[in-house]
């Protein structure tokens, strides 16, 4: 269903969120983004986001998510970014000596109202 139902509201809010490592680091392979799909897919669930779309590469990644509308797109990012880039420094001697943090401070965010199995209609 395209829309969501809840008491008082009747929503279908989606956003495509594209960040990169620090320095554009090409870091993001191999284990390191077996964990970062897993970690992301699991912190959405804790804040009551959907993943519909994930891609990864390895200097940034893209994600196309549906949320409600009392999660803010700031507050999705931020708990993303810092989850991440905690377990992930934590659990990856690497990224703490390659880069100084995981994550830079800026991220792309656009606005997307309907999400299909069309590539076209994602503006991939």
């Keep these: ?6 008491s008082n509201t009747i929503y279908n ?3 495509h969120i594209i960040w990169c490592p620090k320095y554009r680091r090409r ?28 891609e990864i590469t390895p200097d940034h990644l893209h994600l196309f998510v549906k949320t409600n509308p009392g999660n803010a797109p700031h507050y999705i990012v931020q708990q993303f970014k810092g989850y991440t880039s905690r377990v992930m420094r934590q659990e990856f001697k690497s990224l703490r000596t390659k880069i100084p943090t995981l994550w830079t401070r800026s ?3 656009e ?8 590539d076209s209609a994602s503006g991939l």
């Design 27 to 54: 870091v993001l392979v191999g284990e390191i983004e077996s964990r970062l799909r897993e970690l992301l897919t699991e912190k959405a669930a804790d804040i009551g986001v959907v993943i519909y779309r994930m």
């Design 1 to 6: 269903m395209r829309w969501k139902i809840s």
């Design 107 to 109: 991220y792309y965010l």
């Design 13 to 15: 809010v989606g956003y």
């Design 111 to 118: 606005t997307i109202g309907h999400i299909s199995g069309d």
